[in-house]
């Protein structure tokens, strides 16, 4: 079992940052990879960015490639996403979801979600 925590969410002009938070706990020693999703009012939830635990690959959806920024914190099994140049069409609720190695790079655990709002 894991569990993930995010924080770091909240309002923000268009143009501004906000950087999140996700904590995973329980069974992370096999860890093999961590990311981010996102989910609009009445939209699909959608992938933004996702790392490899195991050498740091990143992959970024095109709509957030160079203005978002995933990173890692090994030791304390942390992921965050760095939000910059923010866009209204960013609000969302984002989730972050872990790979726990047990199904591969399939995500089998998911946090609660955190409100992401950019005003104009």
């Known amino acids: 079992q894991v569990q993930l925590v995010e924080s770091g969410g909240g309002l923000v002009q268009a143009g501004g940052s906000l950087r999140l938070s996700c904590a995973a706990s329980g069974r992370t020693a096999r860890t093999a990879a961590m990311g981010w999703f996102r989910q609009a009012p009445g939209k699909d939830r959608e992938f933004v960015t996702v790392?490899?635990?195991?050498?740091?690959?990143?992959y970024y959806a095109e709509s957030v490639k160079g203005r978002f920024t995933i990173s890692r914190d090994n030791a304390k099994t942390m992921v965050y996403l760095q939000m910059n140049s923010l866009k209204p069409e960013d609000t969302a609720v984002y989730y972050c979801?872990?790979?726990?190695?047990?199904?591969?790079?399939?995500?089998?655990?998911w946090g609660q979600g955190t409100q992401v709002t950019v005003s104009s």
């Open positions: 790392i490899r635990w195991s050498g740091g690959t990143t």
């Open positions: 979801a872990v790979a726990s190695g047990d199904k591969g790079y399939e995500y089998d655990y």
